[in-house]
């Protein structure tokens, strides 16, 4: 069973949590001394969170809670890694909670899954290089070089071909447009 949760400050989304998050954060103590579930609205990046300011001597101190931050340091072992480890989405909805949503992914994962590309040539893995197009793709700290190519288009064939080699089908895959 999923338990939706309407962020204060949206008209239309909604945190979704499975039953053992649900029971563990309405029944937690200091998150009902909060009204947690009530005070709970979308960060700017869209994740679901509770905020507060306190007033001190000092200043200002502000408290912030990320929701799936919060079930995943509860319920989740955090593998071994000799690298810094994220917690991804796997369906990419940041307000979908579920404990089953959850994984622990090294930043090369998470974006790997990432779906967008910010560089020239519109393409993943894929630089222009004076009238070609380079096709490149890392993996585990080495450089394969895939080749020059007359067009972007053919580059990023070349790395989605690599790509599914190394990692499968993921989110990274270049989007081509049929006849090109």
């Keep these: 069973m999923s338990y939706k949760i309407k962020l204060k400050n949206t008209k239309d989304k909604s945190a979704i949590l499975d039953?053992?998050?649900?029971?563990a954060v309405s029944g937690d103590k200091y998150l009902s001394s909060l009204k947690f579930m009530e005070n709970l609205r979308a960060h700017s990046s869209g994740y679901p969170i509770y905020q507060r300011c306190i007033t001190t001597k000092k200043g200002p101190v502000y408290e912030t809670i990320y929701l799936h931050r919060w079930l995943a340091d509860k319920y989740m072992k955090k593998p071994k890694s000799n690298r810094k480890l994220f917690l991804r989405f796997?369906?990419?909805?940041?307000?979908?909670?579920?404990l089953e949503n959850f994984e622990y992914v090294t930043m090369s994962e998470l974006r790997r899954q990432n779906k967008s590309t910010k560089n020239s040539?519109?393409?993943?893995?894929?630089?222009?290089?004076?009238?070609?197009f380079r096709a490149n793709l890392y993996h585990k700290g080495k450089n394969y070089h895939l080749g020059f190519y007359k067009t972007a288009e053919e580059a990023a064939k070349a790395y989605n071909k690599k790509s599914r080699e190394l990692f499968g089908e993921t989110n990274s895959l270049n989007k081509i447009k049929k006849g090109k």
Excluded at 123 to 130: A, L, S
């Design 19 to 23: 039953e053992k998050g649900y029971k």
């Design 90 to 98: 796997k369906n990419g909805n940041v307000q979908d909670c579920r």
């Design 121 to 132: 040539s519109g393409f993943r893995g894929v630089t222009k290089e004076n009238k070609r």
